[in-house]
């Protein structure tokens, strides 16, 4: 077992995959949409606008989906970790084949 009275932070990866069912997905866009509207975001310096980013949320139920999972969720209340970032992808079709930690895969 690793030192657990080391005195410097240690950066740990944790790997996740969620599966969902989208059972209402203009319900889904609706959210991802006000969210994005909500967010404090300063569109001069970004490639589009308000109006054409809320576009391509509507026109894509999977990056809806990516806009609105919120990762840092998954380890609230653990105590003695602090979430250093992450990011959260969707992608329409079958999941990528990951094996699981201690598959043979």
């Known amino acids: ?9 240690l950066t740990l990866h944790l790997y ?9 997905p203009h319900a889904l866009v609706d959210r991802a949409v006000a969210e994005l509207r909500d967010a404090d975001v300063d569109w001069s310096t ?3 606008d308000l109006d054409s980013a809320a576009g391509e949320l509507r026109g894509s139920i999977a990056d809806s989906l990516g806009a609105v999972a919120d ?4 380890i609230e209340g653990v105590p003695g970790i602090e979430f250093r ?3 959260c992808r969707a992608e329409p079709g079958p999941p990528r084949e990951i094996p699981a930690p201690g598959s043979r895969k």
């Open 1 to 9: 077992m690793e030192n657990l009275h080391a005195s410097a932070p």
């Open 16 to 24: 996740c995959r969620v599966d969902v069912l989208v059972t209402d």
């Open 46 to 48: 970004e490639d589009d």
């Open 71 to 74: 990762i840092s969720r998954l």
């Open 85 to 87: 970032g992450g990011w």
